[in-house]
C-alpha cells in the first residue's frame, strides 16, 4: 500500500514564525503536492513537484515556498505564517504517466496561527 | 473562479436509500474525473473515476455518471450506509494522465440511521 506521511497532525505557531510542514511518500511516486482545505473552498492546490528540485506553482501559492531534494521528500514552508494561513493542509503524491490520476493524500496536518 | 463546483455543501440521506451528489464544470477541456472521500482527521481516499468517453462507470454501490454535453457529473450510492458519511470531492484533470487535479468544495454527506 502506498503511504503518505505527514510530520505532525496538529501544529500552533505564532504570527512571523517560519513553519515547515513534512511530507514523505514510500512508493517512488515522482509527483507531491501540496493542497490546504478549507470550508466552503474545497482542496486548493498551494505547489506541486514533478521531479526532485522541480516545482510548479498552483492556484494560491501566495505566502509558501516548498523544497524538494530528495525524491520522497516534498517539505511547505510558510516564510512568516500569518493568521489566514489557519487550515487543514494536505499532502498528496501519485506516480508520473500512470494510467490514472489516483493521487494518495496523506492523513493532513491542522494547523493553527495565533 | 472555480472550475469545478459542488453546489451542496451538504445532504442527508436515510440509511438504505439512493445517495446522489452533484458535481458541475466549467472547463471543457477537463476529461478526466474522480471523486474522492474524506473522513475527519483523514486524508482523501479515491473512491471512483470515469473518463470523458464514457458516460458511466460502476463499482459495487458506487456509480458515477458523466454528461458531457451539460458538463455535470454526479455520485450515487445505493443503497447508502452509515459509514458512508463523509465529505466528498469531485476533481477534475486535462487530459487522461495529466497527474494535476482541480477539486470542487465538496459535499458533506450525512446518512441517518
Known amino acids: 500500500d502506498v503511504k503518505v506521511t505527514q510530520s505532525s497532525r496538529y501544529l500552533v505557531k505564532r504570527t512571523g514564525e517560519k513553519v515547515f510542514l513534512e511530507c514523505v511518500q514510500d512508493?517512488?511516486?515522482?509527483?507531491m503536492f501540496w493542497y490546504r482545505q478549507d470550508p466552503g473552498l474545497g482542496l486548493r492546490l498551494i505547489y506541486f513537484?514533478?521531479?526532485?528540485?522541480?516545482?510548479e506553482k498552483g492556484d494560491i501559492p501566495e505566502g509558501y515556498s516548498v523544497s524538494r531534494e530528495k525524491k520522497e521528500r516534498f517539505s511547505l514552508i510558510l516564510e512568516s505564517a500569518s493568521t489566514n494561513q489557519t487550515s487543514m493542509y494536505l499532502c498528496a503524491s501519485v506516480l508520473s504517466g500512470g494510467s490514472y490520476n489516483e493521487q494518495f493524500f496523506g492523513p493532513g496536518t491542522r494547523l493553527t496561527v495565533l | 473562479d472555480q472550475q469545478v463546483k459542488q453546489n451542496s455543501p451538504s445532504l442527508s440521506v436515510q440509511e438504505g436509500r439512493i445517495s446522489i451528489l452533484n458535481c458541475d464544470y466549467t472547463?471543457?477541456?477537463?476529461?478526466?474525473f474522480l471523486w474522492y472521500k474524506k473522513y475527519p482527521a483523514e486524508g482523501p481516499t479515491f473512491l471512483i473515476s470515469?473518463?470523458?468517453?464514457?458516460d458511466k462507470n460502476e463499482d459495487g454501490r458506487f456509480t458515477v455518471f458523466l454528461n458531457k454535453s451539460a458538463k455535470h457529473l454526479s455520485l450515487h450510492i445505493v443503497p447508502s450506509q452509515p459509514g458512508d458519511s463523509a465529505v466528498y470531492f469531485c476533481a477534475a484533470s486535462v487530459d487522461f494522465g495529466n497527474e494535476k487535479l482541480t477539486f470542487g468544495t465538496g459535499t458533506r454527506l450525512t446518512i441517518i440511521p
Open positions: 472547463n471543457s477541456m477537463f476529461d478526466y
Open positions: 513537484s514533478y521531479d526532485v528540485k522541480m516545482k
Open positions: 512508493m517512488d511516486h515522482e509527483n
Open positions: 470515469i473518463s470523458s468517453i464514457k
